[in-house]
């Protein structure tokens, strides 16, 4: 486990611990960067930002306020069961507590019911999203855009893992551009109280910030009992990389 600290520039507001799950295993795509933003984006809001690197075996801090997990091949996923499966009852716990948590790809598919590799291994997961996934031999991968609660929201997916809702589970977002969850229904990703699980990397928070907000919110108020005391942060790289990847994506679909 490895942990570093981030202090903002004036007094802190208070300590947020990001917990990252198996990022040498499960962050083959640049989503380790979900939390550098966040620790970045936290740090500018005023607050400490606490960055805790979870690998198998490592003492888990169960005291996180804001959990992280990334992609991964096949192999990564099955080299993380055992410890997945030990700090599973945690995880699960405080998901249904309202702990806000942010996976992405791989570890989507493992935070769903199972997930069903294309040679017939079945991977359990742990049911904290009411999801369940099938590889296959077609990749789904190009630039995606999303209608979310949040606003549109951007991101790049590729995977082969088609990924099915349960009945009554809400998804992440709908598609308006790209294949999602597995290109038929028009969904992307889960979420289920403060957790959200997606296929979309980038990553994705740095494009974003205003998910990372409604994460850090809830981080917020649970390290220090009082509301979210955000600052006025102005994004104008991010929010022209995402206006102008919105425009180019909405255009293409009306072509």
Not at 239 to 251: F, M, N, P, W, Y
């Amino acid at each position: 486990m490895t942990t570093e600290t981030l202090e903002p520039a004036g007094a802190s507001k208070g300590t947020i611990t990001v917990v990252h799950l198996y990022p040498r295993e499960m962050s083959i795509y640049g989503d380790r960067g979900n939390t550098h933003a966040l620790a970045g984006r936290i740090r500018r809001h005023g607050y400490t930002a606490e960055v805790v690197l979870h690998d198998p075996g490592s003492t888990f801090r169960s005291d996180g306020h804001l959990f992280m997990g990334g992609g991964g091949q096949d192999s990564g996923q099955a080299r993380v069961e055992a410890d997945l499966e030990a700090v599973g009852p945690a995880l699960k716990a405080m998901a249904a507590d309202g702990v806000p948590m942010l996976v992405i790809c791989g570890m989507y598919q493992l935070f769903g019911n199972s997930f069903h590799t294309v040679t017939g291994q079945v991977l359990p997961g742990l049911g904290i999203l009411d999801v369940t996934t099938k590889g296959n031999d077609k990749r789904m991968i190009g630039p995606v855009c999303l209608e979310t609660e949040y606003g549109k929201v951007v991101g790049y997916e590729n995977h082969s893992g088609s990924t099915v809702l349960g009945s009554g589970q809400e998804a992440f977002g709908s598609v308006l551009s790209g294949h999602g969850n597995n290109g038929e229904d028009r969904t992307e990703g889960a979420r289920t109280n403060h957790v959200i699980g997606s296929y979309l990397h980038g990553p994705l928070l740095p494009a974003n910030p205003m998910v990372s907000d409604a994460l850090i919110a809830v981080a917020a108020e649970r390290a220090t009992g009082r509301p979210f005391e955000p600052e006025d942060l102005d994004d104008p790289l991010a929010d022209e990389a995402r206006t102008r990847q919105v425009r180019r994506l909405l255009s293409r679909e009306r072509v």
